[in-house]
Each structure stands twice: as structure tokens, then as C-alpha cells.
């Protein structure tokens, strides 16, 4: 069973517009943590936040913001006032305290932003 | 502060033929993961080294991988008798045992094309 589900395959918008990116999660476990990496066309996957299980705080940073809920297992994503350089592929990810530090990740949101 | 490097970024190789690729941590960092990541998906694991022990292997690691940490820095991947559906990119990254929620650093990846 998939563990993260990032429903979004492809979201397009304009620059300045506000978008969201879906993340759902899947797991047994009470520890556990939850990442978000933005991976450019070049390739690399930058780490962007982490949040773990006991810690549902809603957090900021600059133009990105995180809304972390249990109730319903997601952990979603908000760019404000989206640039073009926010075009690159975003990817959720799921670490479980139990099952030795892998990580599952979703298959990616495709944001492109159009000027 | 060096990230993640790997080497070499691109290979293409024919079928048969064996290739290894080497990743380099962050200097600190004392564990060490492969992940695989094919057009279109997220990073799917393959194994991961804490030093030199390596800990855990995903079923996706065939007997025709190999990997090896010998002295708890680098690391190399070894794939034997390549075939076409190894054709992926092949992501490293590293973290550091005991920082709170261990989050993974990447490197920007091997490109494998099979011909």
C-alpha cells in the first residue's frame, strides 16, 4: 500500500497566484516524521521542512507554509504569490521511527508556474 | 559545508556491462542511503549504511546490486550484468545519527541509461 499519496500529478498557475500541494500519509506507527523536497529540473532534491508526529504547529517561512493535521493524515503545502522559480517537482515524504529510516515518498506534485 | 556529492553524474552503458557509481556524505554524517528513482516517480530506497554496517536492503535490491561502505565514508553502488530496466536515476544521501528527526541530505544523482 502506497504510504504517501500525492494526488496531484500536474498543477499549473500563474505567477503571484497562491497554490496548494496535497500530501497524504499512510502509517501504524505514533512516531514518525514527515518531509517536503522540491526537486528542480536540474535534479537535486532540496530539503524544504520536516515536521514529526507530535508536533502539529502550523509553521511559516517566507512564501511556503505547512498545515500539518492528524485527524485526517495530511500534510499539505501553500506557496504564496508563486514565482517562476517555484516551477520544480515537489515531493512529500514519510520517515517511520520503526522501520529502520527509509523514507517513502510520494510520486510528486509537477508545479508549473507561468509568468 | 560540502553537500552530497556523486560521481559520475551521467552513464550510459550497454547491456551486460557492469558500472559503479560513488557518493560522497557529508562529512559528518554517519549514515548513508541509496535510493532509485525512475521518470515519473518518487525516490524509491534501496539500502542504507550506518559507518560501515550496512543495516537494511530493499527487495528492489536485486543480487545483481552491490553496495559497500568500507570505512564509513564514501560509499560505492555496483550494479553487474545491467539491463535496461535499470535505467533510473540513482540518488545518495546522507544523515547525521542522533539530530532529532534525521532529516536526509541528497546528493544531485547518478543518470544510468541502459542501451
Known amino acids: 500500500a502506497q504510504k504517501v499519496t500525492q494526488a496531484q500529478t500536474e498543477i499549473s498557475v500563474v505567477e503571484k497566484e497562491d497554490v496548494t500541494l496535497d500530501c497524504v500519509y499512510e502509517?501504524?506507527?505514533?512516531?514518525?516524521?514527515l518531509f517536503w523536497y522540491k526537486q528542480p529540473p536540474s535534479g537535486e532534491l532540496v530539503f524544504l521542512i520536516r515536521?514529526?508526529?507530535?508536533?502539529?504547529q502550523n509553521e511559516i517561512s517566507g512564501r511556503y507554509s505547512w498545515n500539518f493535521q492528524k485527524s485526517t493524515s495530511s500534510f499539505n503545502f501553500t506557496i504564496t504569490a508563486s514565482q517562476v522559480v517555484d516551477s520544480a517537482v515537489y515531493f512529500c515524504?514519510?520517515?517511520?521511527?520503526?522501520?529502520?529510516?527509509?523514507?517513502?515518498f510520494g510520486t510528486g506534485t509537477s508545479l508549473t508556474v507561468i509568468p | 559545508d560540502t553537500g552530497v556529492s556523486q560521481d559520475p553524474r551521467h552513464k550510459i552503458t550497454k547491456r551486460g556491462q557492469n558500472v559503479t557509481f560513488r557518493c560522497d556524505p557529508i562529512?559528518?554524517?554517519?549514515?548513508l542511503y541509496w535510493y532509485r528513482q525512475t521518470l515519473g516517480q518518487g525516490p524509491e530506497f534501496l539500502t542504507y549504511?550506518?559507518?560501515?554496517?550496512?543495516?537494511?536492503k530493499s527487495r528492489l535490491l536485486s543480487d545483481r546490486f552491490s553496495a559497500e561502505r568500507p570505512k564509513g565514508s564514501f560509499s560505492t553502488l555496483e550494479i553487474q550484468r545491467t539491463e535496461q530496466g535499470d535505467s533510473a536515476m540513482y540518488l545518495c544521501?546522507?544523515?547525521?545519527?542522533?539530530?532529532?528527526?534525521?532529516?536526509?541530505?541528497f546528493g544531485p544523482g547518478t543518470r544510468l541509461l541502459v542501451l
Open positions: 515536521r514529526n508526529s507530535f508536533d502539529e
Open positions: 544521501a546522507s544523515s547525521s545519527l542522533g539530530s532529532p528527526q534525521e532529516t536526509q541530505y
Open positions: 562529512s559528518e554524517h554517519n549514515r
Open positions: 549504511f550506518q559507518n560501515e554496517a550496512q543495516l537494511e
Open positions: 502509517t501504524r506507527d505514533t512516531t514518525y516524521y
Open positions: 515524504a514519510l520517515s517511520e521511527a520503526n522501520t529502520g529510516n527509509q523514507f517513502y
